[in-house]
């Protein structure tokens, strides 16, 4: 074979999926039989067999899936007589969740078009590349994203546009209001539509027209998702109904959902993870999905409860915050059976906090927008904390050399490449992408994924680094040479690196280093407002370092590693205020583990807030800074510290951290701030290995939330 020009040969591979036979689910086969069908047969299917039962359930309103179909006909005959949508015609799809979503991406896909979904957050000018890269002609969106195809709307480019509103469906299918919070966007009544390219979504419902059915093979495309690359703005992937299928059947199969599950859509739709988990999976078995247009806690420990949710796919971080919240204290959240996700490992204490009170695992996995999202994962049962699993039904995934593709032995870190059923057909009208991509050996062809990893001797894959420059903002990939191309593009500015922060709340932010043209006057105030106008909010660097010249190597590229580590190792640790010199000392016992909970736990809990500093987090395993932590034994944290008074004494405290290592540690508290029965202290805390020699040290605080 070629690879970059040059002549290669390869030996037979050196780990083959014999490598994770051991940890293979019992019963279920290497390879899944996938049926050459597609999208349309699927909801075809489901509504025949599950006609009146709920397709999903939205604030209490429930659309069957007898009437998505029905609705999904309606509007596909709509695109094509009003907005001349043809086999193959790619339709833009921008929306918060909500029923109209999953409707307008089966009316898309009964054309026989492409669905492009679209980040609800995508400002005006993320949107002028997502149209003219695609070359959509028509949008369906909700009305307050309106204003981000205006322009196109005004100037032709867009000919077409169906608009809804959610307060459509506010109403619960016995008539009685809803009960629950809504979000302002979503309780927003209809809006007057006074453009001439643009029809409502209750009229082009209303007229009930007869679509007809174009002719559509597994292998059309039928979405086209777009993600970020390093060399600048976002690529389409290329996904056809059988590479969808592949995924989620497989992810049905794998995971056990069937027909009487239930399950709890939180993620977006317009991303994969979403998509798959919340649309397609409860689609292929004839499961109801209970929908979020956004995230917050409180509702989905009810909607949980109400609902007897089985099924739920969420990142660490949300459940960490779900678990942590009163509400989900107070809840029945005995329906939960499935908890799955990915992104981000899962932290040690959550995990264990998850088994011991609810008896739940997280299920990690790992995919990509370009894999269709599921790809590796955990066998139920045999599962490896913080890791990406092992290859599902028919993945062949390796670990090779990043310079020289050669394959690696176990143990070895290097870049995870894979082929699969499900992995997309290639970068929408990007052949240089493609090339960049793509490589065959053994006859199959293998996709560079840019992540490192390795692989231990059970077949289990682990993540190592990130090959790609991309950071991770709240779960949103953000890729630093797109920000750096938009920052280019300002008249002040020379030269541009943006690279990643440490953020306590975010994991990640945004920091752009750059260097102004001579004479150019420009503060951080003036550039951030610039950027906030041109790139969606995740995206605007937080942090913004003005500096004469950037370093380089000796052919003229940024060294852009090198300014990532001077950040990294420049993140200032948070300053807290002097501990007071003398008091009387108090030692209290070992109380319990610490692990990463959040504030509101309830009463008789000591809750410690630490503010660690980058060093400590890459040598001893935490997942990020600002980490907030509680005492789990609520009763012995109570019978200690109930007797000590804050105002006075100096309190030292054993603890084992769980999301460390080493785990011992000594927390040192002292000073008051006293009201509502709370008292909270500036702490110290140290790290101490098996020697009793500290190692590391943080600050924080030291928050008693005595029993009312």
């Not at 949710?309 to 949300?318: E, F, G, Y």
């Not at 028919?394 to 070895?412: C, K, M």
């Not at 640790?573 to 108090?586: H, V």
């Amino acid at each position: 074979m070629t690879q970059g020009g040059t002549s290669m040969t390869h030996a037979a591979p050196l780990v083959s999926s014999a490598a994770w036979a051991a940890a293979w689910p019992p019963g279920l086969p290497r390879q899944l039989e996938t049926p050459r069908s597609t999208l349309c047969d699927a909801l075809d299917a489901a509504a025949e067999r599950h006609p009146d039962k709920a397709a999903v359930l939205f604030f209490g309103h429930a659309t069957s899936f007898a009437q998505l179909r029905a609705d999904a006909d309606a509007l596909a005959a709509h695109l094509q007589c009003h907005a001349e949508v043809r086999p193959g015609d790619r339709v833009l799809l921008l929306s918060q969740n909500c029923p109209q979503f999953t409707i307008a991406f089966h009316a898309i896909v009964r054309c026989g078009a492409v669905v492009v979904p679209v980040n609800a957050m995508s400002t005006a000018s993320e949107m002028d590349h997502f149209i003219a890269d695609s070359g959509a002609r028509v949008a369906m969106l909700a009305q307050e994203l309106l204003p981000a195809v205006q322009a196109a709307l005004d100037d032709d480019r867009l000919r077409h546009a169906v608009v809804h509103c959610y307060a459509d469906v506010l109403v619960s299918s016995d008539g009685h209001d809803i009960d629950l919070p809504v979000p302002d966007a979503v309780s927003a009544p209809r809006r007057p539509l006074d453009h001439p390219r643009v029809a409502g979504w209750a009229d082009a419902l209303a007229a009930r027209l007869s679509p007809s059915v174009p002719a559509i093979d597994a292998d059309d495309l039928c979405v086209l998702p777009y993600t970020s690359g390093t060399t600048g703005r976002p690529k389409g992937c290329m996904h056809t109904h059988a590479t969808l299928l592949a995924s989620t059947l497989s992810a049905v199969r794998w995971r056990g959902l069937h027909a009487d599950s239930v399950v709890l859509g939180v993620a977006p739709l317009f991303h994969l993870l979403g998509m798959q988990n919340a649309l397609l999976m409860p689609m292929a078995v004839g499961a109801t999905v209970v929908l979020m247009p956004r995230w917050d806690a409180a509702t989905a420990a009810r909607l949980i409860e109400r609902s007897r949710v089985s099924a739920w796919a969420a990142p660490p971080a949300m459940l960490n915050d779900f678990f942590a919240h009163p509400e989900a204290q107070r809840r029945d959240l005995s329906s939960l059976a499935i908890l799955n996700g990915g992104g981000a490992a899962m932290p040690e204490a959550v995990a264990d906090m998850l088994k011991a009170r609810f008896g739940l695992s997280y299920i990690e996995g790992y995919g990509l927008t370009e894999t269709a999202s599921f790809l590796h994962c955990n066998p139920l049962g045999r599962g490896k904390r913080q890791c990406l699993g092992i290859p599902a039904f028919g993945v062949d995934s390796r670990i090779v050399d990043p310079e020289t593709l050669a394959e690696l032995l176990p143990g070895q870190t290097g870049e995870l490449v894979t082929s699969a059923p499900q992995l997309m057909r290639g970068y929408w009208r990007n052949d240089a992408a493609d090339a960049a991509a793509f490589f065959e050996r053994d006859g199959r062809r293998f996709f560079r994924t840019g992540d490192l990893a390795v692989m231990d001797d059970e077949g289990y894959f682990f993540m190592r680094d990130r090959l790609k420059r991309m950071i991770n903002v709240s779960g949103f990939k953000v890729w630093p040479a797109e920000i750096e191309s938009l920052l280019y593009e300002h008249p002040a500015l020379h030269e541009a690196c943006v690279v990643a922060a440490p953020d306590a709340r975010q994991g990640e932010s945004v920091r752009a280093v750059v260097v102004c043209r001579p004479g150019a006057v420009l503060d951080a105030t003036q550039l951030e407002a610039w950027c906030r106008e041109r790139m969606a909010a995740y995206k605007v660097p937080r942090r913004i370092e003005f500096r004469a010249a950037l370093p380089k190597s000796s052919t003229g590229k940024v060294l852009w590693r090198s300014i990532q580590e001077e950040c990294t190792a420049a993140a200032p640790a948070p300053a807290a205020p002097a501990l007071p010199a003398s008091g009387p000392e108090r030692h209290v016992p070992f109380l319990g583990m610490l692990g990463m909970r959040r504030e509101s736990v309830g009463n008789g809990v000591a809750v410690v807030t630490l503010d660690l500093h980058p060093e400590l987090l890459n040598n001893h395993g935490a997942g990020h800074g600002g980490v907030v932590m509680t005492l789990l034994d609520s009763a012995m944290a109570n019978a200690a510290l109930s007797r000590i008074d804050f105002a006075r004494e100096v309190v030292t405290i054993d603890m084992h951290i769980g999301f460390m290592r080493p785990s011992s540690g000594r927390l040192r508290a002292t000073g008051r701030a006293t009201g509502g029965g709370r008292s909270v202290c500036f702490c110290e805390a140290e790290l101490v290995d098996d020697s009793g020699e500290v190692v590391a040290k943080a600050m924080g605080t030291f928050r008693y939330l005595a029993p009312r």
